[in-house]
């Protein structure tokens, strides 16, 4: 089984090119440029953007000419399509694009502005990087299930009198839940 999918949000670096097939059917050319922002080693917060060529065929077409302008934040998924060709020196060339399968617009107010420096960005984001990450510990409502768990499969001896008690219980351990210990 193989898979070739590929999902991007970015902004546009340029409108759309539109152009008609010999069979009559519009496509739309563009590209996208998505970020991304981490700290080296030295701790500098750093940027780099990467640049996608992106290919609409049909109602997408039409939809990325009519609604997307340079500077527009849009989603795409589509799949990977490599094409190549040799020019008149003989030299082969390779394209990579994305052709869209899906296209989702944003609101019209967001996207308009690129921030050119990190210094624009705010600063109120975390950075997590994965060789740092630590998964949150187990919190008391997991173990407090598995202890619900294990009553209720205890409980199947108890008689009726036995099981309202052990529902109080249970409802009074619902009632002291240490609301500072749940993970936010």
């Known amino acids: ?3 070739n999918k590929a999902f991007i949000l970015g902004n546009l670096t340029r409108d759309p090119e539109i152009r008609a097939l010999p069979s009559g059917q519009s496509v739309a050319s563009f590209g996208v440029a998505t970020n991304r922002f981490y700290t080296d080693k030295s701790g500098e917060k750093k940027q780099d953007a990467e640049f996608h060529n992106i290919t609409a065929f049909g109602r997408l077409a039409d939809i990325s000419s009519r609604y997307l302008t340079k500077g527009s934040l849009v989603l795409i998924e589509g799949r990977l399509r490599t094409g190549s060709w040799q020019d008149s020196s ?5 394209r990579t694009e994305i052709i869209a399968q899906n296209i989702q617009l944003a609101p019209k107010t967001m996207g308009k502005t690129i921030p050119s420096t990190l210094e624009e960005i705010n600063e109120d984001i975390p950075i997590i990087e994965e060789k740092n990450y630590t998964p949150p510990a187990p919190s008391q409502d997991s173990e407090k299930a598995e202890e619900k768990e294990t009553k209720d499969s205890q409980s199947s001896a108890e008689t009726p009198e036995e099981k309202k008690t052990s529902e109080d219980k249970d409802q009074n351990d619902k009632e002291e839940i240490d609301v500072s210990q749940i993970p936010f």
């Open 90 to 94: 003989g030299v082969k060339h390779f």
């Open 1 to 3: 089984m193989n898979l």
